[in-house]
């Protein structure tokens, strides 16, 4: 674990840049995140899955999964592969300012 | 009065509770097992069928028989589970109340829910070995495949025995070598995940494997669409890879029912599981067992075997109100079919990748760790009768502890731990 400054304020990340404290997220930060990982601004529809993703990171404890994302965020999956190239669940999760998304073995 | 106890699911993980279960508690558990069929499959036996190695009637037996004498079998399907009134459901409209419920419904596959795999094509050329029917439909397009492209694919992760799909590559390469038409065919291994295996150490040993069979690797490929007329998988973000015949692993979710039921599962429909106590976190008196659990292991018989020990001890401790014991970690170990009667065995858990060295005793082994050998090949096979004879009846195993154990490995320098388990 390491800090990172964003937006001007400290935020302690992951080995991979991924916040460990999500109240240390500010809406500013996402933009900031979201340009180092390629991404020039953030849409509304990027916004839509950034801000469902932190909603049920909150609610439940966890991180959606990509299956999940595109049958409840309101944002279909190919369209989730063109907002968020490559690994749409992990980038978002990152933006959104969550721990990196478990996954599976 | 006999505490009741309640097992979903007479599989592996089900099936071996049950057993312990009755064996420790006798009459102070009434213990039921609901499952909606009578079929239990030896589901390691799959991967053969296809190349006629092993056959579909020999693989199935009686759930009821393998449940030792005064567990009550009941035919059902589950509707719902009402944790808050320590409740099941079935579809038939009985109610089963318990003390203690053990989910172990394992996975389901879930072909539908990816564009055009069960469409044109399916179960013609394009395929899954992960049901009976088809890997035994497998088998008879296999043995008339002599020429063209095979790909062999995850759609996602997770799935049931992660390594199966590469075994099938390997001993697919092996089967066309052996009618001596592999010079005409491309074999292709297609994966979602960024290797050819999750864990670090297996992924170098196993990309090598695949290198040396001329099996090409393609990566980081997330499968949105099968257009089985046209021979092509499509990715979601718009790669393809063109195939003649095509098997694949579909996505996995857990049972049906537990998305019905309110608090008990996660978005993928598996139970919400402590990952050292077993307990499931919708409630106190539920617990789970095997595939059905979100603990991050491989969903694999050998996990569910060494999960039994901590399950069995904190339904015990449930039941008489004391702490649970914090003790799974995540124990596995799987044998790896790699073709011409070889194999390798892995042995990892919770923290620690699989190692080379011998299993389970240094030195000896008998089996080679993280290395190919006749002998695990030999086990593989053996194993099948020791699944029906002792593991399923939960006969303990004098020299094979539930407990992941470093004995016998050869430690390795530390990995980078962007390579850990975690994807």
Redesign the interface.
């Known amino acids: 674990m390491s800090a990172l400054t964003y937006s001007g304020a400290p935020v302690e990340v992951d080995a991979e840049g991924f916040l460990q404290k999500p109240e240390q997220w500010t809406e500013e930060m996402a933009g900031d995140i979201a340009r180092e990982s390629g991404i020039d601004e953030l849409t509304d529809r990027h916004w839509q899955v950034v801000n469902f993703m932190r909603k049920s990171y909150l609610d439940t404890g966890s991180a959606p999964s990509i299956r999940t994302l595109g049958k409840a965020s309101g944002v279909p999956i190919k369209e989730l592969y063109a907002l968020f190239p490559k690994g749409p669940a992990k980038l978002a999760a990152k933006i959104a300012g969550i721990p990196k998304p478990p996954g599976c073995i | 009065m006999a505490n009741r106890i309640v097992i979903l699911g007479a599989g592996t993980g089900g099936t071996l509770t049950a057993n312990r279960l009755r064996r420790r508690l006798g009459d102070r558990a009434e213990i039921t097992v609901v499952d909606r069929d009578d079929e239990h499959l030896y589901q390691p036996g799959l991967l053969f069928v296809p190349f006629g190695v092993e056959h579909p009637e020999r693989l199935v037996r009686s759930r009821a028989k393998q449940l030792r004498s005064g567990i009550d079998f009941r035919l059902g399907e589950v509707e719902r589970v009402e944790a808050d009134a320590s409740t099941v459901h079935l579809a038939d409209g009985t109610e089963l109340g318990y003390d203690v419920l053990v989910v172990a419904s394992g996975a389901e596959l879930l072909p539908e ?1 990816t564009e055009g795999l069960t469409g044109p094509g399916w179960n013609e050329s394009t395929f899954t070995f992960y049901t009976l029917e088809g890997a035994t439909a497998l088998r008879d397009a296999l043995a008339r495949f002599d020429r063209g492209r095979l790909v062999v694919s995850i759609v ?3 799935i049931k025995c ?1 390594v199966a799909p590469l075994e099938f590559s390997f001993l697919a390469d092996w089967y066309l070598r052996r009618r001596g038409v592999r010079d005409r065919v491309e074999l292709t291994y297609v994966t979602s995940l960024d290797g050819a295996f ?2 670090a150490t297996c992924d170098r040993a196993l990309s090598g494997l695949l290198a040396g069979k001329d099996i090409e690797l393609v990566t ?1 490929f ?1 499968t ?1 669409e099968v257009d089985g007329a046209g021979g092509r998988l499509v990715s ?2 718009d790669r393809e890879v063109p195939f003649d015949l095509l098997v694949t692993v579909p ?1 996995h979710g857990g049972a049906a029912y537990v998305s019905r039921s309110p608090g008990l599962g ?3 429909g598996f139970l919400d599981t402590d990952q050292r106590t077993l307990q499931a976190k919708v409630a106190p008196n539920v617990f789970a067992i095997g595939d059905s659990a979100n603990v ?3 969903k694999a018989g050998s996990v569910a075997h060494f999960a039994a020990e901590t399950l069995i001890e904190n339904i015990d401790r449930h039941l008489a109100g004391r702490e649970l014991v914090e003790t799974f970690d995540g124990h596995t170990n799987c044998f790896i079919e790699s073709g011409f009667h070889k194999a390798l065995l892995i042995d990892f858990d919770y923290e620690v990748e699989p190692l080379p060295g011998h299993y389970p005793i240094p030195r000896l082994g008998p089996l080679a760790l993280l290395k190919e050998s006749r002998l695990n090949h030999l086990a593989k096979l053996a194993f099948q009768s020791f699944y029906w004879h002792m593991l399923l009846p939960g006969r303990d195993v004098p020299g094979l502890g539930a407990q992941f154990s470093m004995t016998g490995k050869q430690q390795l320098p530390a990995l980078p ?2 390579q850990g ?3």
Request: hydrophobic share 30%; aromatic share 4%; net charge negative.
């Open positions: 829910e996602d992760m997770p992660p999750t864990r980081e997330n949105g979601w973000d996505l996660d978005d993928l991050p292991t491989s731990i962007e388990a975690a994807r």
